[in-house]
């Protein structure tokens, strides 16, 4: 994972983005995820996890340890209202 970048304006706390990645054909790693849950951090992603909490027909196990996460951590998800590519 390459590390997120910081955007700061003066005088404000840091915010994280970070932009990743995950082929269909590797699994993701969430652990990757750990280091930053102390972190202000918005992650934009392509990680090939299926849910059905965001519009996908079938989960795959990606996406099932990707919601757990998502729900144990109490974060927020953002996903598109139009179909996905599959």
Known sequence: MTPPQTLAPRDSPAIMTGAVYVSP????SIDEFEKF???K????????????QWGCMNNNSSGILL????EKNGFVSIFS???HSR
């Open 25 to 28: 054909k590797n699994r993701s």
């Open 81 to 83: 209202a139009a179909p």
């Open 37 to 39: 849950l102390d972190k």
């Open 41 to 52: 951090l918005y992650i934009f992603d392509d990680l090939n996890a299926k849910h059905s």
């Open 67 to 70: 919601n757990e996460w998502v």
